[in-house]
C-alpha cells in the first residue's frame, strides 16, 4: 500500500511540474517564430547565417528567458569589453562580469553581428558560405565565443532539431513549420490536409508574429485586413490603424502591421538607411517599426516625399542641415 501511494505521489508531482513548466520545444518555435524575420534580415546585412544567430540566441539566452535576456535583453552573453553603453552585472565565470545591456531585444540581435565582424578572430568565419552552419559553428568555438567544449555540438544539434538551415536561403515570406497531424478521415488525401492545415494557420496571428525594433507584428499575406487582425487581438480598427500610421485601411502583400505603437527611432546599430528604388518615407518607417512623424521631422522631408535613390536617411537622429 505505501508503495503504490508512492508511486502515485510521484505521478501527481511529475503530471504538475508537466502543466507549470514550460515546454522547451515550445520555447523554442516561440523565440524562433519571433526572431527568424531578424534573422534572415541580419544575415542579408551581414553574411551571417540565420540559422547560426538564431541557434545561438536558443542556447545563449534560454529562449529569452535567461536572467540576461529578462534584464538587459542580451540574447548572446557579450560582455563589456569596449562597450560604452549601458551595463548590466552578474556572476558567470567569474564574480560580477559586466555585461552588456540593451534598450530592446533586437539591439542585440544588431550588436552581436557587429561585435562578430570587427574582431579580427572571426575574420575567417566571413569566407564560409552562409549555407555551412557546420562550418560556422565550428569556427565560432575555434575563434573563442564560448568556453564550452561542446558548444559547436550544441549549435548544430540545435539547427538540426529545429530545421533552422532552411532560413540560410534567401525566402522571400519564411514560413514557420506545420501543425500537429491530422487525423485520416475517408475521402480526403494528404494534399487536402495540407491545404485545411495551411489555411487554418493562415489567420492564426499569433503562430505569424515576428519583432521589429521590440514590437510585435505581422507580415501581411492575401486575405489579411486590418479588421481581421483587429478583431483577432481585441482591438479596435482605427486603433491598429493609427499604431501603423495608416490614412486608409488598404494592404499589401508583404506589409508589415505592428500591435503596439512604434518606436521614435531604429534600434542601435541601424543608423540610417540608404534608399532603393521604390522605398517611400512610410516603406522606411515600417520596415524599421519607427513612427513616420518621427522619420519625416529628422530627416526634412513630407510624408508623400519623392525619395532620391542613394541618399541617406536617418533613423535615429535629425539629418544635419548644411
Same mark, same amino acid.
Given at each position: 500500500m505505501e508503495k503504490h501511494k508512492i508511486i502515485f505521489i510521484a505521478l501527481f508531482a511529475s503530471l504538475l511540474m508537466a502543466?507549470?513548466?514550460?515546454?522547451?520545444?515550445?520555447?523554442?518555435?516561440?523565440?524562433?517564430r519571433q526572431y527568424k524575420a531578424l534573422a534572415?534580415?541580419?544575415?542579408?546585412?551581414?553574411?551571417?547565417?540565420?540559422?547560426?544567430?538564431?541557434?545561438?540566441?536558443?542556447?545563449?539566452? /534560454?529562449?529569452? #528567458?535567461?536572467?540576461?535576456?529578462?534584464?538587459?535583453?542580451?540574447? !548572446?552573453?557579450?560582455?563589456?569589453h569596449d562597450w560604452e553603453g549601458k551595463t548590466y552585472t552578474m556572476d558567470d565565470d567569474?564574480? =560580477?562580469?559586466? !555585461?552588456?545591456k540593451y534598450e530592446t531585444p533586437e539591439e542585440s540581435w544588431i550588436d552581436h553581428s557587429e561585435f562578430l565582424m570587427s574582431r579580427p578572430r572571426y575574420a575567417g568565419l566571413f569566407?564560409?558560405? #552562409?549555407?555551412?552552419?557546420?562550418?560556422?559553428?565550428?569556427?565560432?568555438?575555434?575563434? /573563442?565565443?564560448?568556453? =564550452?567544449?561542446?558548444?559547436?555540438?550544441q549549435l548544430i544539434k540545435i539547427i538540426e532539431?529545429?530545421?533552422?538551415?532552411?532560413?540560410?536561403?534567401?525566402?522571400?515570406? &519564411? #514560413?514557420?513549420?506545420? /501543425?500537429? &497531424? #491530422? &487525423?485520416?478521415?475517408?475521402?480526403?488525401?494528404?494534399?487536402?490536409?495540407?491545404?485545411? %492545415?495551411?489555411?487554418? %494557420?493562415? !489567420?492564426d496571428y499569433s503562430r505569424r508574429e515576428e519583432v521589429r525594433n521590440g514590437k510585435p507584428c505581422v507580415e501581411i499575406i492575401s486575405g489579411d485586413t486590418f479588421y481581421k487582425i483587429a478583431t483577432y487581438y481585441g482591438m479596435k480598427v482605427d486603433k491598429l490603424m493609427k499604431f501603423n500610421d495608416k490614412k486608409d485601411s488598404k494592404l499589401y502583400v508583404g506589409d508589415i502591421v505592428y500591435l503596439k505603437r512604434k518606436r521614435g527611432r531604429a534600434a542601435r546599430g541601424y543608423e540610417f538607411h540608404?534608399?532603393?528604388?521604390?522605398?517611400? &518615407?512610410?516603406?522606411?518607417? %515600417?520596415?524599421?517599426?519607427?513612427?513616420?512623424?518621427?522619420l519625416c521631422r529628422n530627416n526634412f522631408i513630407t510624408e508623400d516625399e519623392a525619395l532620391v535613390e542613394g541618399e541617406k536617411i536617418y533613423l535615429r537622429k535629425r539629418a544635419t542641415v548644411f
Open positions: 502543466t507549470v513548466l514550460p515546454v522547451k520545444g515550445e520555447n523554442r518555435k516561440t523565440y524562433i534572415i534580415r541580419e544575415m542579408e546585412r551581414t553574411g551571417i547565417p540565420a540559422s547560426i544567430k538564431l541557434a545561438q540566441g536558443i542556447l545563449e539566452s /534560454g529562449c529569452g #528567458t535567461s536572467e540576461l535576456a529578462v534584464y538587459a535583453n542580451n540574447h !548572446f552573453g557579450i560582455k563589456c567569474r564574480r =560580477n562580469e559586466c !555585461f552588456r569566407h564560409l558560405k #552562409t549555407t555551412d552552419y557546420k562550418a560556422w559553428a565550428r569556427g565560432l568555438k575555434a575563434a /573563442g565565443y564560448a568556453t =564550452n567544449p561542446l558548444y559547436a555540438h532539431e529545429e530545421g533552422l538551415s532552411q532560413y540560410d536561403r534567401v525566402i522571400d515570406h &519564411p #514560413t514557420g513549420g506545420k /501543425g500537429d &497531424p #491530422t &487525423p485520416a478521415v475517408p475521402g480526403r488525401t494528404s494534399a487536402d490536409i495540407e491545404r485545411e %492545415q495551411a489555411e487554418s %494557420q493562415r !489567420f540608404r534608399v532603393k528604388a521604390g522605398d517611400t &518615407p512610410y516603406s522606411i518607417a %515600417q520596415e524599421y517599426g519607427i513612427r513616420l512623424k518621427n
